[in-house]
């Protein structure tokens, strides 16, 4: 099946996220435009393949990869200057401790708007034929926010923002406009999240995971008989039990993501002195036969 | 890489801070443990435990009140103690709510509002808020020497410690006024940007057909007359961490270069709020380098060997990484503060022998400085 036009990538803190993103918009990027964007206007993964920050939001890695620093806060308040076009006062409004009264309440309103945002360009995506690539945030918070959609709905039972909501949960459930990516590091507690944000999306709300990305998967360098034997050499033996430990965690976690039926793509665990641009094309090219 | 241990004299509270996935819950359960160990009576609220932490301080998942941590088989003075429970904000919220409500009418009123039932997805905070409120609660038991706070995982740190403002901002009768009330309801008038603030209420509601603004004044309006018992006890909280004398803020995070920035804003943000960080913990560093020399020594098949030092380059440059992290996170305490660097166990911790562990390196009984790289 055909990926869907925006990825949406999430995963236990620390699990590689942005190299994950970073590496996902390189790969893509071999065969369409690709827009890579975060939700904290932090463009950490822009940042890894080198991209300046210009402040407005809008920049490019090269002429295929073009980058988009969102957040819902901004969201707001665009939405804000929309509905009180006079700068002055809506300038007021955003600095204000009111605007703070504003927010609170209405409940999940920006993630409501940053959601619409997402719908908006990934329907410009399709249009250009090209894919969206979002650096999202861990899963306790992405998931929240993919169920504001759901909750606002509730909250409107009839009207406009029923029918929005209504228009977003759609989006989120359809195959071939959204999917979440998820990645993990093999270690247990990543593991655990990833298989919970992985139920999650499949049985509460029904949207589509194009894929478990396992970062930092060691080559096996050992076999079991040079275990043993290393196993009495001291502080290099510890080094020896290290890298076996990491091979056993990571073919672990592949058999207990496979049997849950997720597509697991391996990224290799990158002993290098530094991870740049050089280590996330690196990745690409292990990603992208995955994507086919 | 000198580190600086961990003083915690008598203080009376530690907020364990920082970004998800660092470990910050294992760090508040050792700091907590240590110091029962060292004969205190210590309590530790934990916000989202691993499994397999809660089973190390014997807590299940719905541990909603303060249950005994067995010590048995760790090394303590006999006057300690160690208490621990799961923060349940949903049930600490309804408590709040009977506690306060003047009357069962109004509870219930509270209690049926379709934005209260809402409440724990749809306002941020509120977890947070009840984070402090449980904290509160706890501080009030006079036998407790050390209370340890674990916090829920945030991007900033004004996502937590601004909580309770934030709530309150809700509840005050101010933003009552501005989000139904007529004006000078309260005798006050309205000022521009206020008139504006409801305005666009007013478009989102038209726009949406929510109607939220009629709900979330009446749930603003069922606070009435208890609006005083939040507002104070939200300004005891906000006093309470930043009472530099009862009071150590503790950083977690990791030695890894994604990190490094992250933390720096982090830092940043809790001393834009007034809040000076006490210590930075770096959980789960690289333990020492062998001497790669010491290779040639050994009597082993030449193919083995070649593995062995390519097993040793591969370690090394993560190792080279790791010490470039350490570097820039310790340049961003200053020297009053202080700087923890805790090995990794090699293992999620799952007894309570691991937790001490934890907790010997951050007392620096047991000096992570060796785990920590080259010493300076």
Redesign the interface.
């Known amino acids: 099946m055909a990926l869907p036009r925006l990825i949406f990538i999430t995963g236990k803190g620390g699990t590689g996220k942005s190299i994950a993103a970073a590496a996902l918009a390189v790969a893509l990027a071999r065969r369409n435009p690709v827009v890579l964007a975060d939700l904290d206007r932090r463009s950490s993964a822009a940042r890894m393949l080198g991209a300046d920050q210009n402040g407005r939001g809008f920049c490019r890695v090269n002429e295929r990869i073009e980058v988009r620093a969102l957040s819902p806060r901004a969201e707001l308040e665009s939405f804000i200057e929309t509905i009180v076009p006079l700068k002055a006062i809506s300038r007021r409004m955003l600095g204000s401790r009111t605007f703070g009264y504003v927010t609170a309440a209405v409940p999940g309103l920006e993630a409501f708007l940053m959601l619409e945002r997402l719908r908006i360009m990934a329907g410009e995506a399709a249009r250009d034929d090209s894919y969206l690539v979002i650096d999202g945030p861990a899963s306790g918070s992405a998931i929240e926010l993919l169920s504001v959609a759901a909750g606002l709905g509730r909250l409107a039972p009839r009207g406009r923002l029923n029918r929005l909501s209504l228009e977003l949960e759609r989006f989120l459930a359809d195959p071939n406009r959204f999917g979440v990516a998820i990645t993990l590091s093999p270690e247990e507690a990543a593991l655990r999240e990833a298989m919970e944000t992985a139920s999650a999306l499949d049985e509460r709300m029904g949207i589509r995971r194009v894929a478990a990305i396992l970062n930092g998967v060691a080559r096996p360098l050992f076999n079991r008989a040079e275990g043993k034997i290393a196993a009495a050499m001291g502080e290099h033996g510890r080094l020896v039990a290290r890298r076996i430990e990491l091979g056993a965690l990571a073919e672990r976690a592949r058999r207990r993501l496979t049997s849950t039926g997720l597509n697991v793509i391996e990224l290799p665990m990158l002993f290098t002195e530094s991870i740049g641009k050089a280590e996330i094309f690196e990745l690409s090219r292990a990603l992208e036969p995955r994507l086919a | 890489m000198k580190a600086r241990p961990l003083v915690l004299a008598d203080r009376r509270l530690i907020l364990c801070l920082g970004?998800?996935?660092?470990g910050k819950t294992t760090i508040s359960a050792a700091l907590a443990l240590g110091e029962a160990m060292g004969g205190r009576a210590v309590d530790v609220m934990t916000v989202d435990p691993?499994?397999?932490l809660l089973d190390a301080l014997g807590l299940t998942v719905d541990s909603g009140e303060l249950s005994d941590v067995e010590l048995d088989g760790i090394p303590h003075s006999g006057r300690g103690r160690l208490r621990a429970m799961k923060l349940d904000p949903k049930a600490t919220f309804d408590s709040l709510i009977a506690r306060y409500a003047p009357s069962e009418t109004a509870r219930d009123a509270i209690l049926e509002n379709?934005?209260y039932q809402?409440?724990s997805?749809?306002?941020a905070g509120v977890g947070d808020y009840m984070a402090m409120e449980k904290l509160l609660e706890l501080c009030a038991d006079a036998e407790t020497d050390l209370i340890v706070l674990d916090t829920p995982?945030a991007?900033e740190a004004l996502d937590f410690l601004d909580a309770p403002r934030?709530?309150l901002?809700?509840l005050?009768s101010?933003?009552a006024a501005?989000?139904g009330a007529s004006t000078g309801f309260f005798g006050q008038s309205l000022?521009?940007?206020?008139l504006?603030?409801r305005?666009?209420?007013a478009?989102?509601d038209r726009?949406?057909?929510?109607?939220?603004l009629a709900d979330?004044q009446s749930f603003v309006s069922s606070f009435d007359g208890m609006y005083g018992g939040f507002a104070e006890r939200a300004e005891r909280a906000h006093a309470l961490v930043r009472d530099r004398s009862e009071t150590l803020i503790v950083v977690v995070t990791?030695a890894?270069?994604?990190?490094v920035?992250e933390t720096r804003a982090f830092i940043d943000s809790l001393n834009a709020i007034g809040l000076k960080v006490g210590a930075l913990v770096v959980n789960r560093a690289m333990?020492e380098?062998?001497q790669a020399a010491?290779?040639a020594k050994?009597k082993?098949p030449s193919e083995?060997k070649r593995?062995?030092r390519?097993?040793?380059?591969?370690?090394a440059?993560?190792k080279?990484?790791q010490t470039?992290s350490l570097s820039a996170l310790r340049a961003m305490v200053p020297d009053s503060a202080a700087f923890v660097v805790v090995p990794d166990l090699?293992r999620?911790p799952a007894r309570l022998s691991d937790l001490a562990a934890i907790a010997r390196c951050l007392s620096g009984i047991e000096s992570g400085d060796s785990a920590a790289g080259r010493p300076d």
């Not at chain 2, 000022?191 to 206020?194: A, E, P, Q, S, T």
């Not at chain 2, 726009?207 to 939220?212: A, D, N, R």
């Open positions: 970004t998800g996935g660092v691993a499994p397999r379709r934005l809402n409440l997805q749809a306002l995982p991007r934030r709530v901002d809700l005050n101010r933003a501005l989000l000022k521009l940007v206020d504006a603030a305005a666009v209420l478009a989102f726009l949406t057909g929510l109607h939220l979330v990791a890894e270069a994604q990190r920035e333990p380098m062998p010491d290779l050994l082993i083995l593995k062995l390519r097993n040793w380059r591969d370690f440059a993560l080279t990484r470039e090699g999620e």
